[in-house]
């Protein structure tokens, strides 16, 4: 009788390495499922993340991904089918809440969502100024989930008036927006004057205070300097507008131009 040859005992060792380092048979490969979904809500647990292999029936188990929580009796795994396909992902992590942040005061809240990865916004009532910011996000916060910025507060003040034909007497405390019972001193541009203090020079300053419901104590007009009589008396215009008969209007007029014609006969006397 024929023996059959025998492998040496180092040659049998490498024999078993080299069908180790073979890959699966290809039935084996056709039996297995591909690589686990990536869900945007759940993570894969490690122990899944190496394998390459997933048999029919097998299944793989995820995590709740942080800002999320898992549902009620929901399974956190999907499954290999007979038709290796993985099952439906269910939806088996929602998103946290941050709560309802509270009130504002003299403010609103703009709210559209409270979950995870949600924006609120807030905005004062009319003669009040946002301190703080505007936004807030709902972020995580080791395994919770919180506001990243705290309520603003909403304080009165005034903002600040518009002048045309003046400037504030001290160009370094000019901002947007002044305080309660904050004083704001101001004086007509060069060429202009106070409407109501037309005695003073318009060098002169007037000052304002902002009050409570955040308007400005009464603000006069810087109106342009009359130069000379004969610029303060009343346009033909101004007659008409007022409902002055023609004739009487007529008779105005031919007054304004004899007073026009002496200011001049004056002025060359002056001149001689």
Not at 18 to 35: I, K, T, V
Not at 240 to 257: A, N, Y
Request: with cysteine; charged share 20%; hydrophobic share 35%.
């Amino acid at each position: 009788m024929v023996s059959a040859p025998r492998c040496r005992p180092g040659a049998r060792g490498l024999l078993a390495l080299l069908l180790l380092l073979l890959p699966l048979p290809l039935s084996g490969a056709r039996n297995s499922c591909g690589a686990p979904p990536t869900l945007s809500f759940a993570e894969l647990l490690d122990e899944f993340k190496t394998r390459t292999y997933f048999p029919t029936g097998s299944t793989v188990s995820y995590n709740c991904r942080p800002g999320y929580q898992k549902v009620f009796r929901a399974r956190p795994t999907v499954l290999c089918k007979r038709q290796l396909e993985w099952s439906e992902p269910e939806d088996f992590c929602r998103k946290k809440s941050c709560g309802h942040p509270g009130d504002l005061a003299n403010g609103k809240i703009h709210i559209t969502d409270l979950l995870f990865g949600s924006n609120i916004t807030f905005s004062c009532d009319e003669g009040f100024r946002l301190v703080g910011p505007n936004t807030s996000l709902c972020v995580t916060e080791g395994t919770s989930v919180t506001w990243n910025h705290k309520i603003p507060f909403c304080e009165a003040g005034c903002q600040k008036p518009e002048m045309q034909t003046g400037s504030m007497v001290n160009a370094l405390d000019e901002k947007m927006w002044y305080r309660v019972n904050e004083t704001f001193s101001f004086k007509c541009s060069p060429g202009y004057q106070f409407s109501s203090h037309s005695q003073l020079p318009a060098t002169d300053r007037f000052s304002i205070t902002c009050l409570a419901d955040g308007s400005w104590t009464a603000l006069p007009l810087c109106k342009k300097q009359s130069t000379s009589e004969e610029c303060e008396m009343a346009s033909a215009k101004e007659f008409k507008e007022c409902g002055v008969p023609l004739e009487t209007l007529k008779t105005l007029l031919e007054v304004q131009k004899l007073y026009l014609e002496i200011k001049k006969l004056k002025l060359e006397l002056k001149s001689q």
